[in-house]
């Protein structure tokens, strides 16, 4: 082997060394600001307005009373179109035991009303476009892209969030701490803790 060959092949392993060195030393924790925003023991209570597919506003509160699940999605999303089959079986499965999904477009309405026709909802959707990250950011968590789900009690109280495709394992977990907390079994805060956790 010539030398150079040998001087390179030495130089490669210390800097690997000292990378694998680096990273082990370093503690890859959540940054504060997410940590904060995920833990916190603000109440916040949502209120807003925006259109359905059919131009007629709604405002949040229409839905009191229940258990509702905000689901932030748009056409070109395809882990949000991969979500909305299990939120549909869900509304069918839970719509009785006080729980609501509701849609929230972040898009144009000529996509939604066209991609609605196949997707068949079983749940209201509105549309927001940047009106619906408004209400994504005003809820004080990290709002970081799509799809991103809120929970909220029935009296309003946002209780937890989520941001990524949701899976049937997180819905599982979210009916029951929102079931506990409706027989005031846990509290809000200990609500907010596990549902941030999903």
């Known amino acids: ?5 040998l001087i390179f092949t030495f130089a490669l392993f210390v800097l690997v060394a000292g990378v694998l060195f680096y990273t082990s030393q370093v503690s890859f924790e959540e940054p504060k600001s997410l ?9 916040t209570h949502l209120t807003f307005t925006l259109p359905d597919m059919d131009g ?7 839905w009191s009373g229940k258990n509702r699940i905000l689901n932030f999605w748009a056409t070109w999303c395809a882990p949000c179109r991969r979500e909305i089959p299990l939120l549909k079986a869900f509304q069918v499965e839970q ?7 509701i849609g929230i477009a972040v898009d144009f309405p000529e996509p ?22 408004a209400v994504a950011e005003s809820s004080g968590f990290e709002f970081i892209g799509l ?11 946002l209780i937890g969030s989520y941001i990524g495709e949701l899976h049937q394992s997180h819905l599982d977990t979210m ?6 907390l409706d027989l005031t079994e846990i509290t809000s805060a200990e609500a907010r803790l596990i549902l941030n956790q999903l």
């Open 56 to 62: 007629i506003n709604h405002d949040f509160s229409e």
């Open 147 to 157: 799809p991103f789900t809120m929970f909220v009690t029935p009296d309003g109280e």
């Open 175 to 180: 009916v029951e701490v929102m079931t506990r």
């Open 1 to 5: 082997m010539s030398r150079t060959f």
């Open 95 to 101: 719509g009785d035991n006080g729980f609501q999904v």
């Open 112 to 133: 939604v009303v066209s991609y609605a026709e196949t997707a068949a909802f079983n749940y209201p959707i509105l549309i927001g476009e940047k009106d619906a990250i």
């Open 35 to 43: 940590e904060k925003t995920r833990i916190s023991e603000a109440v």
